[in-house]
Every structure is written in structure tokens, then in C-alpha cells.
């Protein structure tokens, strides 16, 4: 059985990633309408109204948005931690209580056959996280929102044969940005976004414990673009002594729409 994934939209106007296999069929947030999530998931050949749950991040807009909707209309539980619940009940509408699940950030629960871990991230929100998917022994992680590189959410990464990693913004372009200078300090804070060049470290050493898949992902409309993302992963490649697009696969995902459908097997591979 394979462990497949999609990122629908990734960056800072909305997110969602399919993630599934044959038994288990999961969206990671819906920060876009409930119309455009299910335009994309149908474009990658997934029914939304077979999905078995949304896992949840964290509670900003641009990562639950859809959420109550796409919960409602085809009666899909929610997982989210206690906090980001408290935080983000009043912004999604009624929800069944049936489909209000509370997750414990390190503690792991099943999904069909798939084996899910949140784990804890450093971002500004009530209690974020990211997670990890293993299928038949291999294993995928999506870890966004990060606002500084720690032990903390890397050893959960660590070992994982594809990661979609936030890329948020390139240093320079924030500073001479349209942002004013508060907000420059939030992205660039310990609980704010993940820079190219932390993201480009972090890939280098992902693919050292065996990564063969690197996903950049939430890259900042304003203070990035997916061409210096992409540099900026091959400059730290170079320097760990790896070799770039050999060594394993690097990827920008889409801002505005799917980014094809990935699979994690024994035989990595990517479809378009």
C-alpha cells in the first residue's frame, strides 16, 4: 500500500494538502472556500465526499477558512489540538460535536491504516503543530509555520522520506517589503515563518537521514518567489556536500492550486 499526498495550496492566502491511501483519505487544513478545495481535490481524482477527516494546524485564517463548511456538507470529523479548538470555534460556525476530535500533540492515532503523529510547532497561534504520516513503513511530514529551527519538531521529521517544508521568505525581500515594521518582526520572530535559508539547512540535513522527496512549501506572496526558494535549497546542498536533484527531489508547491499528486513507497516516484 502506498502513501499518497497533494499540496492544494500552499502559501500565505491558503492552505490545504491531501493526504491518503486506499483504506484512509485525509485533508491537513482548508484555508480556502469549501468550493476551491473541492475543485482541486476532484482535479487530483479525490472525492471529497470520501474523505475520512481534517486534520487541523493551527487556527489562522488562511488555514481554516473551508473548514466548518467542507465539515458540514459532507459530515467529516475535525482533528484538532485542545487550544487551536478554543481558538478557532467561534470562526468555523456549528459543528457537530460527534465530529470534534482533540488531539494530544506526540500522541499518535490512526487514520484507516495510516499512522498519524502531530507534533508540536513554533508558531504564534494557541497550540499549532505539524504532523507526520507513516504507511507500511514509510513515512511523510508536513511542517509549515515555523518560526525557528528546534530539536523540538525535528526529531518528529527526521527519517521521513518526504517532508513538505515551509520556505516562507527570503530576508532581504522582507526587509525592503510593503510590510511594516511590526509585522516584519512577527515573520522573522521565533514563532513566525521559516526563511529560505533555515529552510535550505534543514532540507540538506532531511536528506542526510534519507529524505527523497523535499516539498517548499508556503512561500510568502510578497516576500518570496518559488525561483530564490529553489536557489537557496541548492546553495545548502552544495555546501552539505549533496547533490542537488540527485541526492533527492526538490519541489516548489503551488500557491494557487494542486501541485500534482506525489506517492511515498518503496519506489518514490511523482506523477503530474
Keep these: 500500500m502506498e502513501l499518497r499526498f497533494s499540496p492544494l495550496f500552499s502559501g500565505s492566502s491558503g492552505n490545504a494538502t491531501y493526504v491518503g491511501c486506499d483504506d484512509g ?9 469549501g468550493t476551491r478545495i473541492t475543485q482541486e481535490l476532484q482535479r487530483v481524482g479525490v ?11 493551527h487556527e489562522h485564517s488562511d488555514h481554516i477558512k473551508g473548514i466548518g463548511i467542507l465539515s458540514r456538507k459532507y459530515d467529516l470529523p475535525v482533528y484538532a489540538s ?16 460527534k465530529n470534534m476530535r482533540v488531539i494530544v500533540p506526540g500522541e499518535d492515532f490512526y487514520i484507516g491504516s495510516i499512522d498519524v503523529t502531530p507534533f508540536p510547532t513554533p508558531h504564534d497561534a494557541a497550540q499549532p503543530v505539524g504532523y507526520t504520516f507513516e504507511l507500511s513503513g514509510v513515512k ?9 529551527v528546534r530539536d523540538s519538531w525535528l526529531k518528529y521529521i527526521m527519517g521521513a522520506d518526504a517532508v513538505i517544508l515551509e520556505s516562507n521568505y527570503d530576508p532581504g525581500m522582507l526587509e525592503s517589503g510593503p510590510y511594516p515594521y511590526e509585522l516584519q518582526r512577527r515573520i522573522r520572530g521565533k514563532h513566525g515563518h521559516l526563511s529560505n535559508d533555515d529552510a535550505g539547512e534543514v532540507a540538506a540535513e532531511l536528506v542526510r537521514a ?8 508556503h512561500l510568502s506572496k510578497e516576500n518570496n518567489y518559488p525561483e530564490l526558494a529553489m536557489q537557496c535549497c541548492s546553495l545548502a546542498f552544495r555546501e552539505a556536500g549533496l547533490a542537488f536533484q540527485e541526492d533527492a527531489r526538490v519541489f ?21
Excluded at 481558538?87 to 457537530?96: D, F, L, N, R, T
Excluded at 511523510?140 to 525557528?148: E, F, H, K, M
Aim: hydrophobic share 45%.
Design 25 to 33: 483519505q485525509i485533508l491537513v487544513d482548508a484555508g480556502l472556500s
Design 47 to 57: 472525492n471529497p465526499g470520501q474523505l475520512d477527516a481534517i486534520l487541523v494546524t
Design 82 to 97: 485542545e487550544g487551536t479548538w478554543q481558538a478557532m470555534e467561534s470562526k468555523i460556525g456549528a459543528m457537530a460535536a
Design 140 to 148: 511523510l511530514a508536513i511542517a509549515t509555520d515555523l518560526g525557528s
Design 210 to 217: 534519507g529524505a527523497k522527496q523535499i516539498i517548499l512549501g
Design 252 to 272: 516548489v508547491a503551488s500557491r494557487d492550486g494542486n501541485s500534482g499528486m506525489f506517492s511515498v513507497s518503496a519506489e518514490l516516484r511523482w506523477e503530474r
